[in-house]
């Protein structure tokens, strides 16, 4: 017979919530890092939207404990701890025949007038705290559409560790990660991402980001670490095969610029509320940049017979309405997207934007 206090629907829901976050690849606990996500915290949510009303995490464990008196427990082999070697390997000697190149910047002339699908992965922002689920849908996405390679335009991680806004005697730089969680966590976002594209072999490239680029920062002012953090960040990416260019520099394909943000004289990041215009009156090819988190496709007339350039930024891949904590209550109009564009003679033929949500819909 069942507590009186819980009915048979609740103990239903309850096992349903854990075993769904388990799935999700939330792990169980006592199998979480310090300051991660477990199944325990996801539960919770899903009860709390399944029930429509407030659950805490101790009701949760309160919960699972009566249930366990009566002999039912959720199936805790359900999580699969996402796979990547446990030691990074070490960087492929370049002198080799089956070597292949982690920092590559394609010029404006590589591959003119070439024909190419690409999917783009915006900024996906990924961290110890935040679900990554996400990374199998859009793997999903690519082994379905099958395009000729995917670049992800920069802040693919985070990287709080390595944030200096906040200081770290202060109450918030107290609760900021490890750098090891922050690159196991990159691994295991990888991972899905492997997992989702399946038999894929298709080009891999990240146009690195201002947080990505916190590693030769936090570096330049910490010399007695040199090379420590940069070769986490280069194996990380080297282990699940993604090539990658410098925050800034421009990588072209098929004629057609990608960067993160495009950077001022000074090495600045161009800002503004419009950045497209003046990246529009810049540019002297077609431009896909991130860093803003909003969607733009913006098309500028320049001089000669029928020319212009076209703007395109799809927003952020982060999970749909979600905004990072340093927003605050400030404005944000953040969008949610993946972009699957074909390119071809010189130029961005098609464009459609893939919301986060039908991805999520689709696949999740």
Known sequence: MPNPGLSDAEIAQTIKAVESALREGYPPPGRSRPGTRSAIMRATELLREIERKPITESTLRSR???????????????????????????????????????????????NWGERYRVVVIFDAHDSPSIRKDRFLWMGRYVAETTP?????????????????????????????????????????????????????????????????????????????????LTQNLDNLLMTHGWTYSPFGALHFIGGVAFTHILLSRLGRPYGGEHIENRIGNMALEDFVFGHTHRAVDKSFTKTGMNRNVRVISGGCSLEDGHVESYVGHAVSGWSYNIADMVIDEGRIRRCSLIPMSDLAERFG
């Open 64 to 110: 699972l404990r009566t249930i366990k008196t009566r002999g039912v427990e959720p199936d805790w082999t359900l999580y699969e701890k996402p796979s990547f070697p446990a030691s990074p390997p070490d960087p492929p000697r370049l002198d080799t025949p089956e070597a292949k190149l982690r920092f590559t910047i394609r010029q404006p002339r590589d």
């Open 148 to 228: 000729d390679m995917v670049v992800q335009i920069g802040d693919l991680f985070s990287f709080d560790s390595l944030c200096k806004i906040e200081p770290n005697d202060t109450l918030l730089g107290k609760s900021k990660p490890i750098f090891v969680d922050d690159i196991d966590s990159g691994h295991e976002a990888l991972a899905l991402f492997d997992k989702g594209t399946g038999g894929w072999d298709g080009e891999k490239h990240v146009t690195l980001g201002n947080h990505e680029a916190r590693a030769l920062t936090f570096t330049n002012r910490t010399p007695e670490i040199a090379g420590i």
